[in-house]
Protein backbone atom coordinates (compact mmCIF):
# COMPACT_ATOMS: atom_id res chain seq x y z
CA UNK A 1 0.00 0.00 0.00
CA UNK A 2 1.28 3.72 -0.65
CA UNK A 3 2.52 5.41 2.40
CA UNK A 4 0.60 8.11 3.43
CA UNK A 5 2.84 11.22 4.35
CA UNK A 6 1.59 12.39 8.60
CA UNK A 7 1.30 15.78 9.68
CA UNK A 8 3.03 16.84 11.78
CA UNK A 9 0.77 18.68 14.72
CA UNK A 10 0.39 19.28 18.61
CA UNK A 11 3.95 17.46 18.77
CA UNK A 12 2.81 13.91 17.11
CA UNK A 13 3.51 12.71 13.58
CA UNK A 14 -0.39 11.64 12.68
CA UNK A 15 -2.50 9.88 10.10
CA UNK A 16 -4.94 12.92 8.73
CA UNK A 17 -8.59 12.85 8.48
CA UNK A 18 -8.43 13.91 5.04
CA UNK A 19 -10.60 12.81 2.23
CA UNK A 20 -8.64 14.09 -0.35
CA UNK A 21 -5.09 12.95 -1.17
CA UNK A 22 -2.50 14.31 -3.56
CA UNK A 23 -0.38 11.75 -5.01
CA UNK A 24 4.17 11.48 -4.34
CA UNK A 25 5.78 10.56 -7.39
CA UNK A 26 9.47 9.52 -8.16
CA UNK A 27 10.15 11.49 -11.35
CA UNK A 28 12.88 8.87 -12.52
CA UNK A 29 10.22 6.32 -12.70
CA UNK A 30 6.71 7.85 -12.66
CA UNK A 31 6.14 5.50 -9.36
CA UNK A 32 3.65 6.83 -6.80
CA UNK A 33 5.66 6.64 -3.75
CA UNK A 34 3.56 8.15 -1.31
CA UNK A 35 0.69 10.43 -1.08
CA UNK A 36 -0.13 13.78 0.79
CA UNK A 37 -2.76 15.01 2.85
CA UNK A 38 -5.21 17.91 1.75
CA UNK A 39 -4.99 18.91 5.41
CA UNK A 40 -8.35 18.94 7.18
CA UNK A 41 -10.29 22.51 8.35
CA UNK A 42 -10.15 21.47 12.00
CA UNK A 43 -6.89 19.81 11.53
CA UNK A 44 -5.28 23.02 10.51
CA UNK A 45 -6.78 24.79 13.34
CA UNK A 46 -5.67 22.55 15.65
CA UNK A 47 -1.90 22.99 14.17
CA UNK A 48 -2.59 26.49 14.74
CA UNK A 49 -4.17 26.44 18.25
CA UNK A 50 -1.02 24.20 19.12
CA UNK A 51 1.59 26.20 17.99
CA UNK A 52 0.10 29.39 19.90
CA UNK A 53 0.23 27.87 22.91
CA UNK A 54 3.73 26.40 22.90
CA UNK A 55 5.05 29.87 21.74
CA UNK A 56 3.67 31.45 25.01
CA UNK A 57 6.27 29.16 26.89
CA UNK A 58 8.84 29.02 24.31
CA UNK A 59 9.32 33.13 24.50
CA UNK A 60 10.14 33.02 28.26
CA UNK A 61 13.31 29.95 27.76
CA UNK A 62 16.73 32.12 27.75
CA UNK A 63 18.20 32.78 24.68
CA UNK A 64 21.06 30.82 25.41
CA UNK A 65 19.07 27.61 25.77
CA UNK A 66 17.16 28.51 22.68
CA UNK A 67 20.39 28.58 20.73
CA UNK A 68 21.56 25.30 22.26
CA UNK A 69 18.51 23.16 20.24
CA UNK A 70 19.26 24.65 17.86
CA UNK A 71 22.57 23.18 18.36
CA UNK A 72 21.26 19.97 18.90
CA UNK A 73 19.21 20.03 15.75
CA UNK A 74 22.42 21.06 13.63
CA UNK A 75 24.44 18.06 14.93
CA UNK A 76 21.45 16.00 14.35
CA UNK A 77 21.14 17.17 10.73
CA UNK A 78 24.83 16.43 9.81
CA UNK A 79 24.79 13.04 11.70
CA UNK A 80 21.92 12.15 8.94
CA UNK A 81 22.75 13.89 6.20
CA UNK A 82 23.18 11.33 3.91
CA UNK A 83 19.86 9.55 4.60
CA UNK A 84 18.06 12.99 4.22
CA UNK A 85 19.30 13.40 0.56
CA UNK A 86 18.51 9.70 0.17
CA UNK A 87 15.01 10.76 0.37
CA UNK A 88 15.04 14.03 -0.96
CA UNK A 89 16.37 12.41 -4.14
CA UNK A 90 14.09 10.27 -4.53
CA UNK A 91 10.99 12.39 -4.22
CA UNK A 92 12.79 15.33 -6.14
CA UNK A 93 14.76 13.31 -8.44
CA UNK A 94 18.04 15.27 -8.22
CA UNK A 95 21.35 13.46 -8.09
CA UNK A 96 22.62 12.35 -4.87
CA UNK A 97 25.71 14.75 -5.02
CA UNK A 98 23.06 17.70 -5.05
CA UNK A 99 20.61 16.04 -2.68
CA UNK A 100 23.44 16.57 -0.31
CA UNK A 101 24.04 19.96 -1.49
CA UNK A 102 20.62 21.05 -0.76
CA UNK A 103 20.56 19.94 2.45
CA UNK A 104 23.93 21.34 3.11
CA UNK A 105 22.66 24.78 2.49
CA UNK A 106 20.39 24.47 5.02
CA UNK A 107 22.45 23.36 7.52
CA UNK A 108 24.82 26.32 7.04
CA UNK A 109 21.45 28.48 7.93
CA UNK A 110 20.84 26.41 11.14
CA UNK A 111 24.61 26.89 12.06
CA UNK A 112 23.82 30.36 11.79
CA UNK A 113 20.59 30.24 13.51
CA UNK A 114 22.86 29.18 16.25
CA UNK A 115 24.09 32.78 17.12
CA UNK A 116 20.73 34.01 17.96
CA UNK A 117 22.10 35.48 21.29
CA UNK A 118 24.01 37.52 19.16
CA UNK A 119 21.71 38.13 16.33
CA UNK A 120 18.99 39.74 18.66
CA UNK A 121 20.99 41.77 20.14
CA UNK A 122 19.08 45.50 20.29
CA UNK A 123 20.84 48.87 19.92
CA UNK A 124 21.12 51.30 23.69
CA UNK A 125 22.35 54.44 24.02
CA UNK A 126 22.83 56.45 26.99
CA UNK A 127 22.27 59.93 27.82
CA UNK A 128 19.64 60.67 24.58
CA UNK A 129 18.57 63.91 26.82
CA UNK A 130 19.81 64.53 30.20
CA UNK A 131 19.22 61.66 32.23
CA UNK A 132 17.39 59.75 29.75
CA UNK A 133 18.80 56.54 28.17
CA UNK A 134 17.27 54.80 25.41
CA UNK A 135 17.49 50.64 24.74
CA UNK A 136 15.34 49.03 22.03
CA UNK A 137 14.77 45.04 22.49
CA UNK A 138 13.89 42.32 19.89
CA UNK A 139 10.77 40.30 20.63
CA UNK A 140 9.20 37.34 19.11
CA UNK A 141 5.92 37.89 16.79
CA UNK A 142 4.36 34.79 17.73
CA UNK A 143 2.85 32.35 15.48
CA UNK A 144 5.00 32.54 11.96
CA UNK A 145 4.41 30.82 9.06
CA UNK A 146 5.84 29.09 5.35
CA UNK A 147 5.39 27.73 2.54
CA UNK A 148 7.63 26.69 0.47
CA UNK A 149 8.33 25.59 -3.48
CA UNK A 150 9.60 21.73 -4.62
CA UNK A 151 12.73 22.81 -5.62
CA UNK A 152 14.70 23.00 -2.44
CA UNK A 153 12.61 20.36 -0.20
CA UNK A 154 15.39 20.77 2.61
CA UNK A 155 17.47 23.96 2.13
CA UNK A 156 14.28 26.71 1.87
CA UNK A 157 12.22 24.97 4.95
CA UNK A 158 15.24 25.15 6.54
CA UNK A 159 15.68 29.06 5.41
CA UNK A 160 12.95 29.41 7.83
CA UNK A 161 11.91 27.88 10.68
CA UNK A 162 14.74 27.50 12.59
CA UNK A 163 15.81 30.60 12.92
CA UNK A 164 11.51 32.24 13.34
CA UNK A 165 11.78 29.50 16.42
CA UNK A 166 15.27 30.98 17.37
CA UNK A 167 14.10 34.25 17.64
CA UNK A 168 11.42 32.83 19.89
CA UNK A 169 8.86 32.34 17.49
CA UNK A 170 6.63 29.27 16.95
CA UNK A 171 5.90 28.02 13.03
CA UNK A 172 3.46 26.23 10.82
CA UNK A 173 4.65 24.83 7.84
CA UNK A 174 3.29 24.18 4.45
CA UNK A 175 5.88 22.62 2.59
CA UNK A 176 5.19 21.42 -1.29
CA UNK A 177 2.97 19.04 -1.86
CA UNK A 178 4.95 17.55 -4.58
CA UNK A 179 7.99 16.40 -2.20
CA UNK A 180 7.09 16.53 1.62
CA UNK A 181 8.70 13.43 2.49
CA UNK A 182 11.82 15.53 3.05
CA UNK A 183 10.13 17.95 5.59
CA UNK A 184 8.64 15.31 7.03
CA UNK A 185 12.40 13.68 7.65
CA UNK A 186 13.25 16.98 8.86
CA UNK A 187 10.41 17.61 11.56
CA UNK A 188 11.35 13.92 12.97
CA UNK A 189 15.00 15.17 13.79
CA UNK A 190 13.52 18.08 15.68
CA UNK A 191 11.85 15.73 17.62
CA UNK A 192 14.25 14.17 18.62
CA UNK A 193 16.78 17.34 19.19
CA UNK A 194 13.81 17.72 22.00
CA UNK A 195 12.39 20.87 21.35
CA UNK A 196 9.39 21.28 23.35
CA UNK A 197 5.98 20.13 21.69
CA UNK A 198 4.23 22.53 19.50
CA UNK A 199 7.01 24.75 18.33
CA UNK A 200 6.99 23.20 14.48
CA UNK A 201 3.94 22.18 12.64
CA UNK A 202 4.22 20.62 9.10
CA UNK A 203 1.21 20.90 7.54
CA UNK A 204 0.17 19.33 3.76
CA UNK A 205 -1.75 20.91 1.06
CA UNK A 206 -2.37 23.01 -1.50
CA UNK A 207 -4.45 26.73 -2.07
CA UNK A 208 -6.81 26.20 0.65
CA UNK A 209 -4.63 25.55 3.47
CA UNK A 210 -2.06 28.29 2.43
CA UNK A 211 -5.43 30.83 2.37
CA UNK A 212 -6.07 29.56 5.86
CA UNK A 213 -2.56 30.60 7.20
CA UNK A 214 -2.52 34.12 5.25
CA UNK A 215 -6.49 34.92 7.05
CA UNK A 216 -5.75 32.84 10.30
CA UNK A 217 -5.70 36.14 12.87
CA UNK A 218 -2.90 34.19 14.99
CA UNK A 219 -0.70 34.15 12.11
CA UNK A 220 1.73 37.04 12.66
CA UNK A 221 4.12 36.28 9.63
CA UNK A 222 4.43 34.76 5.94
CA UNK A 223 7.65 33.62 4.65
CA UNK A 224 7.02 32.62 1.24
CA UNK A 225 8.81 31.14 -1.70
CA UNK A 226 7.58 29.97 -5.08
CA UNK A 227 6.37 31.32 -8.28
CA UNK A 228 5.35 35.02 -8.94
CA UNK A 229 1.89 34.17 -9.40
CA UNK A 230 1.12 32.82 -6.29
CA UNK A 231 3.35 35.14 -4.69
CA UNK A 232 1.76 37.72 -5.65
CA UNK A 233 -1.59 36.17 -4.50
CA UNK A 234 0.29 35.30 -1.29
CA UNK A 235 1.80 38.65 -1.16
CA UNK A 236 -1.88 40.12 -1.30
CA UNK A 237 -3.87 38.64 0.44
CA UNK A 238 -1.26 38.24 3.63
CA UNK A 239 -0.43 41.90 3.76
CA UNK A 240 -4.49 42.77 3.29
CA UNK A 241 -4.83 40.42 6.38
CA UNK A 242 -2.31 43.07 8.09
CA UNK A 243 0.81 40.34 8.15
CA UNK A 244 4.00 40.81 7.77
CA UNK A 245 5.07 39.32 4.38
CA UNK A 246 8.30 38.24 2.35
CA UNK A 247 7.93 36.56 -0.65
CA UNK A 248 10.96 35.28 -3.00
CA UNK A 249 9.42 34.64 -6.15
CA UNK A 250 10.51 33.62 -9.92
CA UNK A 251 13.40 34.42 -11.90
CA UNK A 252 15.59 35.20 -15.37
CA UNK A 253 19.18 35.52 -14.78
CA UNK A 254 21.60 36.53 -17.15
CA UNK A 255 25.64 35.45 -16.88
CA UNK A 256 27.89 38.39 -18.88
CA UNK A 257 30.27 37.27 -21.14
CA UNK A 258 33.49 40.00 -21.83
CA UNK A 259 35.29 38.66 -24.38
CA UNK A 260 38.79 39.13 -21.56
CA UNK A 261 37.10 36.57 -19.83
CA UNK A 262 38.84 33.49 -19.11
CA UNK A 263 36.86 31.11 -21.57
CA UNK A 264 36.95 27.95 -20.32
CA UNK A 265 35.97 29.03 -16.88
CA UNK A 266 33.04 30.79 -18.32
CA UNK A 267 31.92 28.27 -19.99
CA UNK A 268 32.00 25.78 -17.67
CA UNK A 269 30.32 28.04 -15.09
CA UNK A 270 27.70 28.62 -17.79
CA UNK A 271 26.66 23.97 -18.31
CA UNK A 272 26.71 23.49 -14.48
CA UNK A 273 24.72 27.20 -13.60
CA UNK A 274 22.26 26.41 -16.05
CA UNK A 275 21.98 22.59 -16.39
CA UNK A 276 22.79 21.26 -12.72
CA UNK A 277 19.28 20.43 -10.98
CA UNK A 278 17.75 20.27 -14.00
CA UNK A 279 17.49 23.98 -14.19
CA UNK A 280 15.00 23.58 -11.58
CA UNK A 281 16.86 26.38 -9.20
CA UNK A 282 15.79 30.05 -8.78
CA UNK A 283 19.86 31.14 -9.49
CA UNK A 284 20.05 29.02 -12.18
CA UNK A 285 21.72 31.12 -15.05
CA UNK A 286 19.44 31.14 -18.19
CA UNK A 287 20.35 33.76 -20.35
CA UNK A 288 23.74 33.93 -21.24
CA UNK A 289 24.55 37.43 -22.73
CA UNK A 290 27.62 37.26 -24.91
CA UNK A 291 29.67 40.69 -25.44
CA UNK A 292 31.27 41.39 -28.61
CA UNK A 293 31.93 40.01 -31.70
CA UNK A 294 35.07 37.54 -30.56
CA UNK A 295 33.24 35.94 -28.42
CA UNK A 296 29.97 34.78 -31.46
CA UNK A 297 32.91 31.68 -32.03
CA UNK A 298 32.22 30.37 -28.47
CA UNK A 299 29.03 29.23 -28.43
CA UNK A 300 30.33 26.10 -30.20
CA UNK A 301 32.60 25.59 -27.71
CA UNK A 302 29.86 26.24 -25.26
CA UNK A 303 28.01 23.59 -27.03
CA UNK A 304 30.70 21.00 -27.01
CA UNK A 305 30.55 20.89 -23.36
CA UNK A 306 26.60 21.00 -23.17
CA UNK A 307 27.39 17.42 -25.19
CA UNK A 308 29.57 16.34 -22.31
CA UNK A 309 26.75 15.98 -19.82
CA UNK A 310 23.46 13.97 -19.62
CA UNK A 311 20.85 13.45 -17.39
CA UNK A 312 20.16 10.01 -14.94
CA UNK A 313 18.98 8.62 -12.37
CA UNK A 314 19.59 10.12 -8.64
CA UNK A 315 22.12 7.05 -8.33
CA UNK A 316 24.06 7.23 -11.72
CA UNK A 317 27.58 8.84 -10.34
CA UNK A 318 28.17 10.38 -13.72
CA UNK A 319 24.53 11.63 -14.47
CA UNK A 320 24.88 15.32 -14.35
CA UNK A 321 21.28 16.13 -13.21
CA UNK A 322 17.75 14.06 -13.10
CA UNK A 323 14.56 14.45 -14.45
CA UNK A 324 12.26 17.65 -14.13
CA UNK A 325 10.04 17.53 -10.81
CA UNK A 326 6.74 15.85 -12.79
CA UNK A 327 4.65 15.38 -16.02
CA UNK A 328 2.94 18.69 -16.21
CA UNK A 329 6.87 20.38 -15.47
CA UNK A 330 8.43 18.38 -18.70
CA UNK A 331 5.65 19.27 -20.93
CA UNK A 332 6.10 22.66 -20.01
CA UNK A 333 9.53 23.18 -21.28
CA UNK A 334 8.58 21.35 -24.04
CA UNK A 335 6.36 23.50 -25.01
CA UNK A 336 7.96 26.83 -24.29
CA UNK A 337 11.03 24.80 -26.43
CA UNK A 338 8.54 24.08 -29.17
CA UNK A 339 8.05 28.13 -30.00
CA UNK A 340 11.56 28.36 -30.15
CA UNK A 341 12.59 28.20 -34.11
CA UNK A 342 9.50 29.85 -35.00
CA UNK A 343 10.31 32.79 -33.26
CA UNK A 344 13.71 33.27 -35.08
CA UNK A 345 15.71 31.03 -32.12
CA UNK A 346 18.31 28.39 -33.59
CA UNK A 347 18.34 25.29 -31.37
CA UNK A 348 21.56 24.36 -31.28
CA UNK A 349 21.21 21.41 -28.83
CA UNK A 350 17.42 20.11 -28.16
CA UNK A 351 16.94 17.96 -25.22
CA UNK A 352 12.84 17.35 -25.75
CA UNK A 353 12.50 13.18 -26.17
CA UNK A 354 15.30 12.38 -24.35
CA UNK A 355 15.47 9.24 -23.21
CA UNK A 356 17.61 7.21 -20.24
CA UNK A 357 17.55 3.78 -20.60
CA UNK A 358 16.29 1.72 -17.43
CA UNK A 359 14.24 4.63 -16.76
CA UNK A 360 11.13 5.00 -19.63
CA UNK A 361 8.81 6.70 -17.86
CA UNK A 362 10.76 9.48 -16.08
CA UNK A 363 10.43 13.35 -16.75
CA UNK A 364 13.39 13.61 -18.61
CA UNK A 365 14.97 16.84 -20.58
CA UNK A 366 18.18 16.44 -21.54
CA UNK A 367 20.62 19.80 -21.80
CA UNK A 368 19.13 22.12 -24.25
CA UNK A 369 21.01 25.46 -26.00
CA UNK A 370 19.36 28.14 -28.02
CA UNK A 371 21.29 30.84 -29.76
CA UNK A 372 19.78 33.96 -31.51
CA UNK A 373 17.51 34.42 -28.65
CA UNK A 374 15.64 38.32 -28.36
CA UNK A 375 14.06 39.50 -25.42
CA UNK A 376 10.73 39.29 -27.15
CA UNK A 377 10.58 35.73 -27.40
CA UNK A 378 8.90 33.31 -25.48
CA UNK A 379 11.80 31.28 -24.38
CA UNK A 380 13.21 34.76 -22.75
CA UNK A 381 9.45 35.74 -21.98
CA UNK A 382 9.05 32.77 -19.43
CA UNK A 383 10.54 31.26 -16.66
CA UNK A 384 11.51 27.66 -18.36
CA UNK A 385 13.26 25.73 -15.08
CA UNK A 386 14.53 23.27 -17.09
CA UNK A 387 17.92 22.48 -18.52
CA UNK A 388 17.86 25.36 -20.41
CA UNK A 389 20.39 27.87 -21.66
CA UNK A 390 19.40 30.85 -24.13
CA UNK A 391 22.07 32.47 -26.03
CA UNK A 392 22.26 36.71 -26.31
CA UNK A 393 24.67 38.51 -28.65
CA UNK A 394 25.24 41.68 -28.18
CA UNK A 395 27.83 44.93 -28.77
CA UNK A 396 29.22 46.48 -26.21
CA UNK A 397 28.76 45.88 -22.24
CA UNK A 398 26.37 48.70 -21.76
CA UNK A 399 24.18 46.98 -23.91
CA UNK A 400 24.55 43.88 -22.44
CA UNK A 401 23.40 46.12 -18.85
CA UNK A 402 20.59 47.28 -20.69
CA UNK A 403 19.73 44.06 -21.81
CA UNK A 404 19.30 42.80 -17.93
CA UNK A 405 17.77 46.11 -16.59
CA UNK A 406 14.79 45.93 -18.80
CA UNK A 407 14.08 42.21 -17.52
CA UNK A 408 11.51 42.37 -15.03
CA UNK A 409 13.26 40.14 -12.39
CA UNK A 410 16.33 40.76 -10.76
CA UNK A 411 17.04 37.91 -8.77
CA UNK A 412 20.57 36.90 -9.73
CA UNK A 413 23.13 37.82 -12.06
CA UNK A 414 27.46 37.27 -12.78
CA UNK A 415 29.56 38.86 -15.25
CA UNK A 416 32.98 36.91 -16.57
CA UNK A 417 35.97 39.01 -16.99
CA UNK A 418 39.13 40.04 -16.66
CA UNK A 419 38.58 44.02 -16.05
CA UNK A 420 38.02 44.97 -12.56
CA UNK A 421 36.68 48.42 -13.96
CA UNK A 422 33.84 46.18 -16.23
CA UNK A 423 32.97 44.16 -12.93
CA UNK A 424 32.55 47.61 -10.93
CA UNK A 425 30.52 49.11 -13.60
CA UNK A 426 28.39 46.44 -14.11
CA UNK A 427 27.89 45.76 -9.90
CA UNK A 428 26.86 49.05 -9.64
CA UNK A 429 25.05 49.89 -12.53
CA UNK A 430 22.72 46.48 -13.05
CA UNK A 431 19.63 46.70 -10.83
CA UNK A 432 19.55 42.57 -9.87
CA UNK A 433 20.20 41.80 -5.88
CA UNK A 434 22.69 39.88 -6.14
CA UNK A 435 25.74 39.48 -8.05
CA UNK A 436 29.02 37.54 -9.28
CA UNK A 437 31.99 38.04 -10.31
CA UNK A 438 33.57 35.25 -12.11
CA UNK A 439 31.19 33.04 -10.30
CA UNK A 440 28.72 31.64 -11.84
CA UNK A 441 25.21 31.70 -8.93
CA UNK A 442 26.22 34.16 -6.69
CA UNK A 443 23.92 33.16 -3.28
CA UNK A 444 25.40 34.35 -0.45
CA UNK A 445 25.99 32.63 2.67
CA UNK A 446 23.71 32.92 5.54
CA UNK A 447 25.51 35.40 7.70
CA UNK A 448 24.42 37.29 4.33
CA UNK A 449 20.83 37.71 3.17
CA UNK A 450 19.53 36.25 0.45
CA UNK A 451 18.82 39.84 -1.38
CA UNK A 452 16.85 38.70 -5.14
CA UNK A 453 15.25 42.30 -5.57
CA UNK A 454 12.74 43.92 -8.41
CA UNK A 455 10.24 41.41 -9.55
CA UNK A 456 11.93 38.10 -7.60
CA UNK A 457 10.99 39.71 -4.34
CA UNK A 458 7.68 41.59 -2.44
CA UNK A 459 8.54 42.42 1.00
CA UNK A 460 11.05 44.39 2.68
CA UNK A 461 13.26 42.01 4.84
CA UNK A 462 14.80 39.03 2.90
CA UNK A 463 15.48 35.51 3.76
CA UNK A 464 17.77 34.56 6.68
CA UNK A 465 21.05 36.50 7.65
CA UNK A 466 20.30 39.82 9.57
CA UNK A 467 17.44 40.71 7.52
CA UNK A 468 15.78 37.64 8.60
CA UNK A 469 16.21 38.36 12.16
CA UNK A 470 14.28 41.50 11.85
CA UNK A 471 11.59 40.00 9.94
CA UNK A 472 10.92 36.72 12.80
CA UNK A 473 10.72 40.19 15.78
CA UNK A 474 9.78 43.33 16.17
CA UNK A 475 11.57 46.04 18.14
CA UNK A 476 10.04 47.80 21.27
CA UNK A 477 11.91 50.82 22.54
CA UNK A 478 12.59 51.60 25.92
CA UNK A 479 13.50 54.87 26.80
CA UNK A 480 14.22 55.90 30.68
CA UNK A 481 14.68 58.42 32.90
CA UNK A 482 16.23 58.48 36.04
CA UNK A 483 15.93 61.24 38.50
CA UNK A 484 19.26 62.57 40.22
CA UNK A 485 18.85 62.61 44.02
CA UNK A 486 18.78 66.91 43.66
CA UNK A 487 15.63 66.66 41.50
CA UNK A 488 12.78 67.97 40.93
CA UNK A 489 14.43 71.34 40.81
CA UNK A 490 11.72 73.16 41.43
CA UNK A 491 10.72 74.21 37.83
CA UNK A 492 7.55 71.93 38.10
CA UNK A 493 6.09 69.60 35.51
CA UNK A 494 7.61 70.21 31.93
CA UNK A 495 4.90 70.55 29.63
CA UNK A 496 6.90 70.41 26.17
CA UNK A 497 7.69 67.09 24.05
CA UNK A 498 11.32 68.25 24.43
CA UNK A 499 12.67 65.83 27.59
CA UNK A 500 16.08 67.76 27.10
P1 LIG B 1 4.57 27.24 -6.65
O1 LIG B 1 4.31 28.70 -6.54
O2 LIG B 1 3.75 26.44 -7.58
O3 LIG B 1 4.36 26.54 -5.20
C1 LIG B 1 4.98 27.08 -4.05
C2 LIG B 1 4.09 26.80 -2.83
O4 LIG B 1 2.86 27.50 -2.98
C3 LIG B 1 3.73 25.32 -2.67
O5 LIG B 1 3.79 25.01 -1.29
C4 LIG B 1 2.31 25.24 -3.19
O6 LIG B 1 1.54 24.23 -2.58
C5 LIG B 1 1.74 26.60 -2.86
N1 LIG B 1 0.70 27.03 -3.81
C6 LIG B 1 0.56 26.65 -5.10
N2 LIG B 1 -0.49 27.27 -5.67
C7 LIG B 1 -1.02 28.08 -4.71
C8 LIG B 1 -2.11 29.01 -4.69
N3 LIG B 1 -2.86 29.21 -5.77
N4 LIG B 1 -2.35 29.67 -3.54
C9 LIG B 1 -1.60 29.48 -2.45
N5 LIG B 1 -0.55 28.61 -2.40
C10 LIG B 1 -0.26 27.92 -3.52
O7 LIG B 1 6.14 27.09 -6.94
P2 LIG B 1 6.96 25.78 -7.30
O8 LIG B 1 6.62 25.34 -8.69
O9 LIG B 1 6.87 24.79 -6.19
O10 LIG B 1 8.46 26.36 -7.27
C11 LIG B 1 9.10 26.94 -8.39
C12 LIG B 1 9.07 28.45 -8.31
O11 LIG B 1 9.70 28.88 -7.10
C13 LIG B 1 9.87 29.12 -9.42
O12 LIG B 1 9.15 30.23 -9.89
C14 LIG B 1 11.16 29.57 -8.73
O13 LIG B 1 11.82 30.66 -9.33
C15 LIG B 1 10.64 29.92 -7.39
N6 LIG B 1 11.71 29.92 -6.40
C16 LIG B 1 12.17 31.14 -5.98
C17 LIG B 1 13.22 31.19 -5.05
C18 LIG B 1 13.75 32.51 -4.57
O14 LIG B 1 14.47 32.51 -3.60
N7 LIG B 1 13.45 33.61 -5.23
C19 LIG B 1 13.77 29.99 -4.56
C20 LIG B 1 13.26 28.78 -5.03
C21 LIG B 1 12.22 28.76 -5.94
Not at 23 to 33: H, L, M
Not at 120 to 146: F, I, K, Y
Not at 384 to 404: K, R
Amino acid sequence: MTRSVPLFIEGRFVDSEASEWIDVTNPATDEVIARAPVTTDDEMARAIASAKAAQKDWAQVPVSDRARYVMRYQALLKEHHDDIARILAEETGKTFADAKGDVWRGIEVVEHAMGVPTHMLGETMEQVARNVDTTSWRHPLGVCAGITPFNFPAMIPLWMYPLAVACGNSFVLKPSEQDPLTPVRLAELWVEAGFPEGLLQVVHGRKEQVDTLLTHPDIKAISFVGSPTVGQHIYRTGTHHLKRVQCMVGAKNHTIVMPDANKEQALNALVGASCGAAGQRCMAISVAVFVGEETRGWVEDLKAAFEQIRPGSSDDPDAAFGPLISRGAKERVERILGTVEAEGGRLLLDGRGYEVSGYPDGYWVGPTLVDNVTAEMTCYQEEIFGPVLNVVHVDTLDDAIEFVNANAYGNGTSIFTDSGAAARKYRHETEVGQVGVNLPIPVPLPFFSFTGGKGSFYGDLHAYGKDAVRFYTETRTVIERWFESDIPDGHGPNMTINLG
